[in-house]
């Protein structure tokens, strides 16, 4: 982590490990980070390095939300051994590659969360999640970028 | 409203009534804390407290757009009790609860729009949005976050 | 472009002209513009000034991921004279046109990414695109704001 004293911003490498498609939740580690760094107001961003699973910040409460969602998306998204995919023509890593891909364009790779009073300004109900999109166990890195 | 004097950023909460599905614009709104804040060249990050409802820049000419986004997503995610959506499972708070999670992991929760020579740098037809996606009426945050 | 000296932001506008849908890729120029502010940790949003087109970080890799991305939204939100959209209302441009604002709502208005030892923090397979939703040439603008 670089120093996050006067004006410089903070910046660190979250690394997490996925086991298969679904949400890994990591709200207390990007909190923990901009609570550290000291600030009373500023702009915490996060940052995934891959285009194959993605950001997202969803109910914490109810663990039917996320599987619900990774269930949509499965819908929304075939694999390509679907004959709805059969126009897909980038196959080379299996039929979960492709729509892994697809996932990751239609939800972020890229969010901001302000920080008031020292804090990161989520609401109520709102994790932070890696949505992994791929069916085999990934190494994932999140970059977080801290401001004034 | 903390203060944007010298390098410190300037950050409010918008608050938003909403009375059913549909898109709730405050670009003014926005303008106006930019605007006020006096910076020459910055950047204005929005976030939205809820996982419910989203953010959307949109057109903001032709109200028939804004009926047809509605309309697009209402289709692509129908409420609970219609029959493509019988794999649901969280169900707890009425037809459109679980459909609202599900359009708020399809679009912002946090942009970010560059103020340029004072003012925010956005397109001629491009309007600040609150999309809602619950049926009865919310009292709906949006934090803005506007740096140097 | 406004100067980096300092604390003070460094912005620019990008130019890119269009010639029917898919993706243009820009990763280049926008690297350069970090590259030359000098920044060894910092923040590049990038914003797009239009309602029709939309930013997206994709695979850079096989060229066969842009067709089938390009392919999956052509049939998610197909053109305006497809039977499935006849509840459109907003058709003044032609048949690509209110479709274009729908997958401008699906896709990123604004992307932030890290700079890091004075370099984007892209993955390695990571690329910066234009997505162009429409039919016929444009000229698109990206607002490039670089703060530390």
């Known amino acids: 982590m670089s120093g996050a004293s006067g004006k410089a911003p903070a910046q660190t490498i979250l690394c997490l490990e996925t086991r298969g498609p679904g949400l890994y939740e990591f709200t207390d580690r990007a909190a923990a980070f901009a609570r550290q760094a000291g600030l009373k107001a500023g702009l915490l961003t996060l940052f995934v390095r891959h285009t194959s699973c993605s950001l997202l910040i969803q109910e914490n409460a109810d663990p039917d939300v996320q599987r619900d969602l990774a269930a949509f998306f499965r819908r929304l998204v075939p694999h390509a051994d679907d004959p709805r995919m059969d126009y ?27 920080v008031m009073d020292g804090r990161l300004a989520l609401g109520t109900w709102q994790g932070l ?5 791929r069916d085999r166990p990934h190494r994932r890195e999140i970059v977080l970028h801290l401001a004034a």
């Open 129 to 133: 999640y890696l949505f992994e999109h």
């Open 88 to 114: 897909l023509v980038h196959r080379a890593e299996g039929p979960d590659d492709m729509p892994a891909h697809i996932k990751a364009a239609l939800l972020p790779v890229s969010l901001s969360v302000p």
